[in-house]
């Protein structure tokens, strides 16, 4: 079984989603039912985001400081930081794109041989060797190194922050999600099917909220809208998924399937104060099946990221909000039209 080693620096990838994305992008996971790709971001791409050519100028230019940690085998490595994120990133020395994941201590082609018939691999980018790796019910995009002597796990994207990993392994079969479920099937009875935790008077508006309790920008979302929750100006049902393992190395499995063995009234508390880890080694029975259905049900309205808002309309249509609402009232407004 191979093993991944993160970097020394000890700390949980999330993408360089600092001015790319205010969601958690999904990864493709048969296993847990997550949806489309490699991360990660992570990124939910800003159409308008000019390519500036420099991957790194991208960072900075959306607010994030750098501290360089000089060279891993042929890429420039550093860490981009604001006060609440951390991003360890990989470039080239063009500057033209750039890796966030895992650093792994192995010659890339002895991992390409010893991979076999797992592996598949995808065209390269700007020279950038990579390979789409099965690994049971789970996957990896690994990245060779400009000397090969080493790789990263993990997603790469170019200088205006385009999924490039996603564009790589769409026409791989498995890797992105055929079912698709259009908004016209997407009815209260499927929103109340999903499993969850509900917080708020069952009488105010009221949306689903799909999150990764992993997921950074799921907490604040819910931190942001818990006022009004507690005003009873909003009632969420928030539904849980795992979209972060292939960043946090199975952590999100874990924290959903310990967030569903809550009573639904208890879960979004337990969520929120930080509590899933009493019960993350030892879930409830129905857990797993449960974030496997929530999981599948994301897969089929085809999830970018978490957090997304969803609601029925009083016309009978889906309303869909993806990332942070932080017009809170204007928000709260488009629930109840």
Known sequence: MLRFYPLALAVTLVAPTFAWAQ?????????????ATAVPPPLVQHENTPDTGDALKHLTGSGAQLSGQGQFHGFETGVAYTPDRVFVYFMPKDRKSILGG???????????????????????????????????????????????????AGSLWDASGRDITRQQIQHIPGAVPTVRMDNAQITQTALAALHGGDVGLASAPSAVMLIDPQCMYSIRAAQNLMPLVQSGKLH??????????????????????????????????????????????????EATDQLESNGAFAKSISLKGTPTFLWIKKDGSLGR?????????????????
């Open 102 to 152: 895992t650093a792994i201590p192995v010659p890339y082609d002895t991992l390409r041989s010893l991979s076999g018939k797992r592996a598949t691999d995808i065209e390269p980018w700007q020279g950038i060797r990579g390979m789409f790796l099965q690994n049971g019910t789970h996957f990896q995009v690994i990245y060779a190194t400009p000397d090969a002597q080493a790789a990263i």
């Open 23 to 35: 969601q958690c992008a999904v990864s493709t996971d048969s296993k847990t039912g997550s949806p």
């Open 321 to 337: 909000f993806e990332g942070n609402p932080t017009d809170k009232e204007s928000f709260v407004r488009e629930l109840s039209k």
């Open 236 to 285: 969420l049902k928030v539904v849980p998924l795992s979209v972060l393992d292939y960043e946090d190395r199975g952590e999100s499995t874990l924290n959903a399937k310990a967030m569903l063995s809550y009573l639904p009234q208890e879960m979004v508390r337990a969520w929120i104060d930080g509590h899933l880890h009493e019960r993350a080694d030892s879930p409830s029975a």
